[in-house]
């Protein structure tokens, strides 16, 4: 039975489907190439392979079978797909063709990972792939091995009796996978590998044996990640592969989950390659993996996407597509792929207007791991990768990033859905977390204000979680996340990430109706946008029509349009489309015209030549009659107002002596003279119905019959019609509105399209002319508008003014727009006496409006007026400033030290700056000292050896004790990842030299992971310590360094006696007597010894705040200069202490 779902109905697909799932084992089933091959998600494939033999095409290829959250390649075994007919939809599928463990003895089961079948030299079929080595003591197993079979469906056996190529006989550290095999003229050559290392080697005719050892590709493989497709096409070899050099100026991909196909040239199979760019662009998957073959005249890229139902990274499946050439160049180009089926805008109508939003963030450029193309794509995986996400996840992550979401017209929203991800608990500083707090913002007149009434704000990151709040119009909405901190002080801050964000539009009480005009065969102008009511207010909503079809407007008439309107929820909208049919200002010119005639008898009527009622006899209605009989008369209208003429149907009345007449013709008036007309072959005279002559078309004020009479008889009409259409004398109007995003003040914040809309009376389309100030006029012809766009910052004036066919011209119309998208700057200046922090700001468009500072995290703005004072503390002051248009600038920054009045105690490693002898990319050094003694961590993966950690202070300090937590995420017996340093210790910089100096330390070193390891030593007086290891491992990635905490203590400094000492003179009896004075400033009572030339006195106990004076007789009358020395002695917290005090005193004669 052949199963071709494209043929089914839905009922029988459904059964045929459930068929298909529970018999793969048994029958092969057939596909329909509606890429995936297999869409229905019953079968999954990946790492396809392409091989034609004969009139068959066969696709190798993996099966994925990961659980729909495993985030694992679960890949047991690999089947096979084929056709006689790539377009003609049918392919045969071959499951489980090939397991691991059952064709390898040597293999262990699962990770059949991507491999290729060629055809070798002999005829037979050999089937590279790359397994798990069961024997293998490599921290790597993957080898590559080789099966053989008579046909490309198999069955398969061993052909090597083991692996070909792995770490084990290549001695080599790399990921042996992905070979690719090209047979070239009876010479085998095969190239593999994976992480960037691309290897190349030439086996031997028995397609198993090595020939020499492998060279390594670097050079001409751009980007080169894994699954190389080796190939040759008219003496030219190609390599394509999965590539990925993630950047946002990537030509390849934006994110280093993804990988794009690229491809390089040779002329020789082993190099050297010249890379010649991207072929295929990113697919659903994060993997990509390239097959290219020609068949039957025709080549195709095989590879494979996330695209079948419940596909994702894990479960992958095939597809296929043609590849074109360029033949005009040398050698020849792969043209980029054409995926199919071509990947339409969603326009189910729903509420959600996110997937119409530019998507931006505060982290930009966003780490290359994160897609923020990812936040509005509709889609949460149940097993997200990065790719799938917008996070933050860097070594500097602050305390706050916000989203935002940019609409090119205003939407009215009233509520938001929004999906976060963690890898970490909050409060550990690292990793990525769930926010600590967040809040939406909308943008109004140039200010970020929270939605009003918000239902609240959910941080968990277990549910998508729905905020409500009041209907607000705005172009711009921010979800500003606040990060989650540990307990250092100050914090770190784990990142943040975001699966999805929608935001939804409030549904409107009413659609505007949209009615427009078209000519016959013109495709109608439908509007961009359709009016939204929201009782007395309105927007304009973004509408994407059906495609309309040129029958529908081939003919005068009617039709409607359907159109999806973005956000709006209820359905679709209509359009209703008249088509003008020709000559759609053609008229019966009679019924504006004034009668007139030489004469009129008696009982007869004028008025009746353009009454509306025709007649040809009888009295029943009034007609018009010539006064007399015989001769020539005549019959007419005039207009005050020139038109234009170009036929006349004469209704002749008959009856009672008025006959028809014998002859007659038409005259015009044009300046005052009448002319007969021209163009006319016969005046036709019919009895009973019209009398109609055509003619060429004049201008003219007046018109008339000039009919001759017969004898003996009368003329007359019954009703005299003119046909033409009056002059298009009435200029259009023409509108300018301004599109841009708004800021305040009136000003706009980014580049400003001005639409010019032109609006005739007749004419739909007509020629517009836009000029920017005093720029030349720029003419659009045939055009209902035309545009503009306005980029630079300043004041514009946009004119514009519209002409239409008939040559009528618009007065000039104008508009002035004021642009300042360019941020303020902010400048901070630090007066290191004053401890104070002064800001400036400069801006040369709107002006300044204001500037705010915040202390220590740029959270809690305030506004600035006046030089911000600091505390004692160390501080990093944060700036920003806003100009008058609402732009913000970027932060600026001023850290303030630590103040030399100070104390210091305790743990004073926060206060230092660390740095290190080498930091891992996804590490930060600054962790070694946040306080926290969880989250973020210091280390040198992959390198090893000597590593050292400094701390350097701004100041001299004295520590006596330091500790270390280690960080470690490997046993010491697996030699691989981070672990504790085999040995390390403490040195500082010797103040005096400058020398680097061990401490003196008074215990051991430890290595725990758990609990800081202490080392007191003798105190030493520096500005820098460090830590100096050993690491465990000698080979790279066996074991690097790494920190998760870093403290050093301040030395306890010696209880402190307070006690001012002076000394004076005085004369008594003539005798000079020197005076010593103790004043006790401390907390607890002194004693103090005094040692004069004059003797020694000691005082004891004088209290705290007290004073003790005592007196020297020298006994004579001149007293030379000297010193008093005072030994003064406390007990301060159960300790004797002393301090001696050296006073001089001066001469004195009394």
């Known amino acids: 039975m052949v199963w071709k779902p494209r043929k089914l109905t839905s009922g029988i697909a459904a059964v045929a489907a459930g068929i298909l799932l529970a018999s793969l084992a048994q029958a092969p089933a057939m596909a329909a190439t509606e890429n995936p091959i297999i869409s229905d998600g019953s079968v999954y494939s990946a790492d396809p392979t392409l091989l034609a033999v004969d009139d068959t095409l066969y696709l190798h290829a993996g099966r994925d079978e990961a659980g729909p959250t495993t985030n694992d390649f679960i890949m047991n075994e690999w089947q096979a797909f084929s056709t006689t007919d790539v377009d003609g939809g049918s392919w045969e599928h071959h499951p489980s063709l090939m397991r691991p463990e059952a064709v390898f003895a040597w293999a262990t089961p699962g990770r059949a990972y991507a491999g290729q ?171 990509s993996h390239p097959a290219i073959a020609e068949f039957q005249g025709e080549w195709y890229l095989a590879y494979h996407t996330a695209d079948a139902v419940g596909g994702n990274h894990f ?24 995926t199919t089926p071509i990947k339409e805008a969603d326009l189910t109508p729903r509420s959600n207007v996110a997937p119409w939003a530019t998507s931006s963030a505060s982290n930009e450029p966003i780490p290359t791991q994160y897609w923020i193309k990812a936040l509005n794509d509709e889609i949460i995986r149940p097993n997200p990768l990065p790719p799938d996400m917008w996070g933050s996840w860097t070594a500097n992550r602050p305390a706050q990033q916000w989203l935002q979401y940019t609409w090119d017209a205003p ?50 990151t277990t549910a998508v979680h729905e905020v409500t709040f009041d209907a607000v119009t705005t172009s711009r909405l921010r979800a500003v996340l606040n990060a989650s901190p540990n307990a250092a002080t100050p914090p770190s801050y784990s990142a943040l990430a975001v699966e999805e964000w929608e935001v939804h539009a409030a549904q409107p009480d009413s659609v505007g109706a949209v009615q427009i005009e078209t000519d016959k065969g013109i495709a109608p102008d439908l509007p961009e946008t359709v009016s939204l009511a929201y009782g007395e207010d309105t927007i304009d909503a973004p509408v994407r029509w059906d495609e309309v079809d040129p029958a529908d407007y081939a ?157 003996s008889s009368t003329v007359g009409l019954g009703e005299l019609e003119v046909f033409g259409e009056t002059l298009d004398t009435t200029a259009p109007e023409v509108a300018l509105t301004a599109n841009g995003v708004a800021g305040a003040n009136g000003w706009f914040v980014s580049p400003v399209t001005v639409r010019a809309t032109a609006m005739d009376d007749r004419d739909l389309r007509t020629r517009i002319d836009l000029a920017v100030g005093e720029g030349e006029w720029q003419q659009n012809a045939n055009a209902r508008f035309a545009e503009t766009t306005v980029s630079t910052d300043g004041q514009h004036v946009v004119r514009a003014r519209a002409t239409d066919a008939a040559g009528n011209t618009s007065p000039e119309g104008s508009t002035t727009v004021r642009i300042d998208a360019t941020a303020p700057t902010v400048s901070g200046t630090l007066d290191v006496d004053a401890r104070t922090v002064s800001a400036a700001a400069a801006d040369a468009g709107s002006g300044v409006a204001s500037i705010e500072y915040a202390i220590d995290a740029p959270t809690g703005w305030a506004a600035y007026s006046a030089p911000v004072q600091i505390d004692d503390e160390r501080r990093t002051v944060y700036l920003r400033a806003k100009d008058a248009a609402g732009n913000v600038s970027s932060l600026a920054t001023v850290t303030v030290p630590l103040s030399p009045d100070a104390p210091l105690s305790g743990n004073i490693a926060p206060i230092a700056t660390a740095t290190a002898s080498y930091t891992s990319s996804w590490n930060s050094v600054t962790a070694v000292n946040d306080g926290a003694l969880t989250g973020a961590s210091w280390g040198t993966w992959p390198n090893v050896g000597e590593q050292w950690v400094q701390l350097e202070w701004d100041r001299i300090v004295t520590v006596d004790r330091a500790g270390i937590l280690f960080f470690r995420d490997s046993a010491d017996s697996a030699n691989v990842g981070v672990i504790p340093p085999r040995e390390w210790k403490l040195q500082y910089v010797d103040l005096s030299s400058g020398q680097w100096r061990d401490v003196e330390a008074s215990g051991a070193y430890g290595r725990s992971s758990t609990a800081i390891n202490e080392v007191a030593f003798a105190p030493v007086t520096t500005t820098k310590l460090r830590a100096v290891m050993q690491a465990w491992g000698a080979a790279s990635a066996g074991g690097s360094s790494g920190i998760l905490e870093f403290e050093a203590w301040a030395a306890e400094a010696a209880p402190a006696i307070d006690v001012d000492v002076t000394v004076s003179t005085r004369c008594v009896a003539s005798k000079v007597v020197l005076v010593t004075t103790a004043a006790n400033n401390g907390e607890t009572p002194v004693t103090v010894e005094l040692r004069t030339p004059y003797g020694t006195k000691t005082v004891t106990g004088i209290a705290a705040d007290a004073r003790s004076s005592n007196a020297f007789t020298t006994r004579t009358a001149t007293m030379a200069g000297g010193e008093v020395t005072a030994v003064v002695t406390a007990v301060v917290d159960g300790e004797t202490v002393t301090r001696e005090y050296v006073v001089p005193y001066d001469a004195r004669t009394c």
């Open 555 to 711: 003919a005068a008439g009617t039709f409607t349009v359907s159109g999806f309107v973005e956000g709006y929820a209820a359905g679709t909208v209509s359009a209703s489309v008249t088509v003008r049919g020709d000559d759609q200002w053609r008229v019966n010119l009679a019924e504006a015209g004034a009668a007139t005639a030489d004469s009129t008898a008696a009982g007869s009527s004028l008025a009746a030549l353009n009454d509306g009622e025709i007649v040809y006899s009888g009295t029943a209605h009034p007609s018009w009659v010539s006064a007399t009989e015989g001769d020539t008369h005549w019959a007419g209208y005039t207009w005050d107002e020139t038109v234009l003429v170009d036929a006349v149907a004469a209704h002749f009345w008959t009856g009672a002596g008025t006959t028809l007449p014998e002859a007659w013709k038409v005259q015009t008036r044009t300046d005052g003279e009448w002319t007969d007309v021209a163009g006319v072959e016969e005046f036709p005279i019919r009895n009973g119905e019209p009398s109609t002559v055509s003619f060429e078309a004049v201008q003219a004020t007046g018109i008339r019959v000039v009919m001759t009479a017969a004898a």
């Open 411 to 460: 939407v009215r929203v009233e509520s938001a859905r929004i999906k976060f991800w963690r890898d970490a608990a909050p409060g550990t500083g690292n990793g990525v977390s769930n926010p600590s707090s967040w809040v939406l913002q909308y943008w109004d007149a140039g200010e970020w204000k929270d939605v009003p009434n918000a239902s609240g704000y959910p941080t968990s």
């Open 117 to 287: 079948v060629v055809e070798g030299a002999d005829g037979r079929f050999y089937w590279y792939v790359p397994v798990h080595e069961a024997a293998s003591t490599a921290s790597d197993k993957f080898g590559i091995g080789v099966a053989v079979s008579d046909t490309p469906l198999g069955p398969w056996t061993d052909h090597a009796g083991g692996p070909i190529v792995s770490q084990r006989i290549l001695s080599n550290d790399a990921h042996n996978i992905d070979p690719t095999v090209l047979v070239d003229d009876g010479r085998v050559y095969m190239y593999w590998g994976s992480f960037g290392r691309l290897m190349a080697i030439e086996l031997q005719s028995d397609m198993k044996t090595l020939i020499g050892s492998p060279t390594s590709i670097s050079s001409g493989v751009t980007g080169f990640f894994e699954a190389a497709w080796l190939f040759e096409r008219n003496d030219t070899y190609y390599l394509a592969y999965a590539a990925n050099n993630a950047g946002p100026t990537s030509t390849c991909t934006p994110a280093n989950y993804h990988a794009c196909i690229a491809y390089s040239t040779a002329s020789s199979p082993m190099g050297p390659w010249t890379f010649r760019g991207r072929i295929l662009a990113p697919v659903s998957s994060t993997t």
């Open 315 to 338: 479960r992958r499946s095939v597809a296929i597509d043609h590849l074109e050439w360029d033949d005009t160049q040398t050698p020849a180009r792969i043209l980029p792929v054409t």
